[in-house]
């Protein structure tokens, strides 16, 4: 099985400054690593994804997340933020298996405010 | 291609009345999950169908609640004798494969009352 820890509950930023959101796993195979960012009374979206490969991720947004297997962790960071982006956003693995499929395992969100 | 279309939107039900949630996935997606959220919370998987079958249901409570997936239609989630603590947010998602991620849909807030 797996888990999802994300430390902050809350990042309060002003805006065009730097942010890290930070996730943690555990999983004794190996996992694909997603972020979600959901919208007020909106669904969730994928911002982005990591499967293989770089371990350094660019997603949508200018938001990139890099993958720490020895950390287990999947950190997501913009380098200036904006308004739009206040938002929860949520961290999620899966240990994609013919049985189960896609099944994801979620944090509980980070809720990101920014401030003017 | 629309998307994830969920409907209702906003459902309110009394207290013992049954909810009936619908997913029609993206075009061409055979694989459906639906996840539940309580308010304050992350998304917690339910159950993950392909068409006519139900592949996993680890998530979904024992009793009252069934999903189905027919070879024609929506996907469809049933919540019988609805109790309050069934207020949420009750989310679907789609994908063509498994393996690398899905769409989600806006999500049916249900609100029993």
């Known amino acids: 099985a797996q888990s999802v820890t994300q430390l902050d509950s809350q990042v309060p930023v002003f805006e065009e400054a730097p942010v890290e959101l930070r996730c943690n796993y555990s999983s004794s195979v190996s996992v694909y690593l997603f972020w979600y960012v959901q919208y007020p009374n909106q669904g969730l979206q994928l911002l982005l994804k990591y499967l293989s490969g770089s371990t350094l991720v660019k997603g949508i947004n200018g938001f990139e997340a890099e993958f720490n297997k020895s950390q287990t962790s999947f950190h997501l960071r913009k380098p200036s933020v904006h308004i739009s982006d206040t938002a929860e956003y949520f961290c999620a693995v899966s240990a994609p298996e013919k049985s189960s499929g896609d099944k994801l395992t979620f944090g509980t969100g980070t809720r990101l405010a920014v401030r003017p | 291609n629309a998307g994830v279309m969920q409907n209702p939107r906003h459902l309110v039900r009394r207290r013992g009345q049954e909810a009936r949630l619908r997913c029609s996935p993206m075009?061409?997606?055979?694989?459906v999950y639906w996840y539940r959220q309580l308010p304050e919370e992350g998304l917690k998987f339910m159950v993950y169908l392909q068409k006519e079958n139900i592949i996993d249901e680890s998530g979904m409570p024992k009793e009252r609640f069934s999903a189905e997936f027919p070879k024609e239609g929506p996907s469809i989630l049933r919540i019988q004798q609805v109790v309050r603590g069934d207020s949420a947010a009750y989310f679907c998602?789609?994908?063509?494969?498994?393996?690398?991620?899905?769409?989600f849909g806006s999500g049916t807030r249900l609100t029993v009352v």
């Open positions: 998602a789609s994908s063509p494969i498994p393996g690398h991620g899905y769409t």
């Open positions: 075009k061409g997606h055979s694989h």
